[in-house]
């Protein structure tokens, strides 16, 4: 026997481990390196729970979760301890017999097919670990981490930019996450996000899905956060992104857009203001050179392919190797780019924790 290393941890100092599978009892995470004397409810990581939650329109899946989180440990009168935070959310609408069809024959695109050549075995209700649900341990975890975050004045806000072919043109040192719950798209222009959203139901109707780009920015970080060579600050987050079900690109500052430009176009030139404080007045490096913040606001673009799962027949194979189709059933996102939005802040918010933590110790 060999042991597996499959490692479902995150993070140096601030470390989060998920678990659960998505027709399981349960789904959850343990947050180890957590400072005290945070102030931390269950009202806190309950509001993050409630954006990503399914069931919220009908642009998202339509399982029926609460999502109540229990904090079993780790917290005491509203403080962080220091020690272990254990969370836990009951799973309450598991409906196996949706995929009754896909134990037996693998959905194009999804995970199912390459678990069972890693596992030889694999949670086939529901999609196991490979299903979006992970995310709720995410989700509570990087409650938590924006709680400390706030402490060092650092803002996450992420948003949809982009659902297919309709983008949104949002100036990143302004949203609000009061624009962005404005609407259950998540677009906090409300002429893009109109359009987004009957677009989504239009596709949601024909039983197919579509993708799309969700832009984020960490405001108020310091500069110094970071590190130089491995653990630079936008691979770290390039990780934590594209860890995520679905997302396939990251981009960091002006990403792949800036190889448009020329260095005389594209350079963040310095100023000192009165104060001696250093800024840059364009951000076109998100706020990121060396893989160190530079104390510019952090931006970076995370995109999310076309939900697996659609209501078409289409070919695939069993998990005997033999030629078949498939429709997909059971309820799905037809797009998941707005329950993804809480996902992506709160991985974002676990990286700058970490390396928040990490910056601590180095003074
Ligand atoms: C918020 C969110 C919701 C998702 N919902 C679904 C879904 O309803 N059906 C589905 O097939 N995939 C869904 N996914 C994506 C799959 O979990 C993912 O595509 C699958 O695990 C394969 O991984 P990969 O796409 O990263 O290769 C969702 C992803 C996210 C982020």
Redesign the pocket.
Known sequence: MYTANVSSSFGTLFRVTTFGESHGPAVGAVVDGCPPRIELTQEMIQSELDR?RPGQSNL??QRKESDTVEILSGVLDGLTLGTPIGLLVRNEDARSRDYDEMREKY?P???DF?YDQKFGIRAWSG?GR???RE?VGRVAAGAIAKQVLKGFGVEVVAWVEKVHHLTASIDPLLVTTEQVEATPVRCPDSESAAQMIAYIEEVRKAGN?VGGVIGCVARGVPAGWGAPIFDKLEADLAKALLS?????GFESGDGFAGTNLTGLEHNDEFYADDEKHVYTPTNRSGGIQGGISNGQPITIHAA??P????MHEQHTVTTEHENTTLK?RG???PC??P??VP?VEAMVALVLVDHAMRQRALS
Do not use: E, M, W, Y
């Open positions: 990503r998202v899946s959905r695109s999804h995970a390459a999609g490979a299903s979006a995310t899905s995520l079900p679905a997302c396939k999310f392919k939900t697996a799962t659609i997909g309820r799905h996102d998941v780019l329950r993804a996902i």
